[in-house]
């Protein structure tokens, strides 16, 4: 049975875990409202970039890019973004699920025989996807530096160094693979293709007929256009990343916070049960001796 000494000591411990973790909720509150407000920031200069190609493709030319450039997949590239650090929850663990499921759909798609490299972003994702690592299926690091809280400029670095893969012939196909933040409460998997990049499905806005006048000419502005909304579009992912990841991280402390709420009560109605058996006891051999 235990003691009060044994119980007093518990309900400090479990107490201190309470004020932990409502502290790290707070900083995990205050890391994604800074990471949704850098996604803001971007949301201009992507939608404006849409507006171009959005214009271009609409204009009566034809534009060519080696980002657009389709050929026969016998090589594909997986980024998959996950955290580097832990307390988040299952987010992690839903992120290999959803990338597991997509690597074998890009098997089934096309065939046994392609050569998949998969690149996480994030130490706690990459130790994970080691288990997939077997035959046609590898497993590579991310350039270094490159990590869930990469800076602006390495995400400049990281996406030139993908677009030159691509555009070298090194990998046929580079998919993303990311959890969407949609709110604090509410994130999305997603699974989508990030080269070639897909122009006709740049701006999903009816686009207005229109007559226009491009200087220096509408390839050249496609070309240079195109590059910039691939570098927006990574920059959006990690972004989306950090985001989801402190969302999942509030949520995983104020479960945790709620958990240690429970069992601190628990524990402070026992103590004051066996406090109040010890006062009683104590009580009657008193009046024991009184009586004798």
């Given at each position: 049975m235990?003691?009060?000494?044994?119980?007093?000591g518990?309900?400090?411990?479990?107490s201190?875990?309470?004020k932990?973790?409502?502290?790290?909720k707070?900083?995990?509150?205050a890391k994604?409202?800074?990471?949704?407000?850098?996604?803001?920031r971007?949301?201009?200069?992507r939608?404006?970039?849409e507006?171009?190609?959005?214009?271009?493709?609409g204009?009566?030319?034809?534009f060519?890019?080696p980002?657009?450039?389709?050929?026969?997949?016998k090589h594909?590239?997986?980024?998959a973004?996950?955290?580097?650090?832990?307390?988040?929850?299952?987010?992690?663990?839903?992120i290999f699920k959803?990338?597991?499921?997509?690597?074998?759909?890009?098997?089934?798609?096309y065939?046994?025989t392609v050569?998949?490299?998969?690149?996480?972003?994030?130490q706690?994702l990459?130790?994970?996807?080691?288990?997939?690592?077997s035959?046609?299926i590898?497993v590579?690091h991310a350039?270094?530096?490159?990590?869930?809280?990469?800076?602006a400029?390495?995400?400049?670095?990281f996406?030139?160094?993908?677009?030159?893969?691509?555009?070298?012939?090194?990998?046929?196909l580079?998919?993303?693979?990311?959890?969407?933040?949609?709110?604090?409460?509410?994130q999305?998997?997603?699974a989508?293709?990030?080269?070639?990049?897909?122009?006709a499905?740049?701006?999903d806005?009816?686009k207005?007929p229109?007559?226009?006048?491009?200087e220096?000419?509408?390839?050249?502005?496609?070309?240079?256009?195109l590059?910039l909304?691939?570098?927006?579009?990574?920059?959006?992912?990690?972004?989306?990343?950090?985001?989801?990841?402190?969302?999942?991280?509030v949520?995983?402390?104020?479960?945790?916070n709620d958990?240690?709420?429970?069992?601190?009560?628990?524990l402070?109605?026992?103590?004051?049960?066996?406090?109040?058996?010890s006062?009683?006891?104590?009580?009657?051999?008193?009046l024991?001796?009184?009586?004798?």
């Amino acid at each position: 049975m235990a003691t009060l000494r044994d119980l007093k000591g518990r309900i400090g411990s479990v107490s201190s875990s309470e004020k932990i973790t409502g502290a790290m909720k707070m900083i995990s509150s205050a890391k994604m409202s800074k990471a949704t407000r850098e996604i803001k920031r971007l949301l201009p200069f992507r939608t404006q970039l849409e507006s171009i190609i959005g214009n271009l493709l609409g204009a009566d030319a034809e534009f060519q890019s080696p980002l657009t450039a389709s050929r026969p997949v016998k090589h594909a590239t997986v980024l998959a973004w996950g955290s580097d650090d832990g307390l988040c929850g299952a987010y992690n663990v839903n992120i290999f699920k959803q990338l597991l499921e997509h690597v074998n759909g890009l098997r089934e798609a096309y065939g046994e025989t392609v050569e998949i490299t998969i690149v996480p972003i994030g130490q706690k994702l990459y130790r994970a996807c080691l288990t997939l690592a077997s035959g046609n299926i590898k497993v590579a690091h991310a350039a270094e530096g490159v990590n869930s809280k990469a800076d602006a400029e390495t995400v400049k670095n990281f996406t030139a160094t993908v677009r030159t893969a691509f555009e070298r012939g090194e990998t046929d196909l580079v998919n993303v693979v990311y959890m969407h933040f949609i709110s604090a409460g509410r994130q999305r998997l997603v699974a989508e293709q990030l080269l070639p990049v897909k122009p006709a499905e740049a701006d999903d806005r009816e686009k207005a007929p229109g007559l226009y006048i491009f200087e220096p000419d509408a390839q050249t502005i496609f070309r240079t256009a195109l590059p910039l909304m691939l570098l927006s579009t990574v920059q959006e992912v990690f972004c989306e990343n950090r985001a989801s990841e402190q969302a999942a991280r509030v949520m995983a402390m104020q479960s945790a916070n709620d958990n240690a709420t429970k069992l601190l009560e628990q524990l402070q109605l026992e103590y004051n049960k066996l406090r109040q058996y010890s006062i009683t006891a104590e009580l009657l051999d008193i009046l024991g001796g009184q009586v004798k």
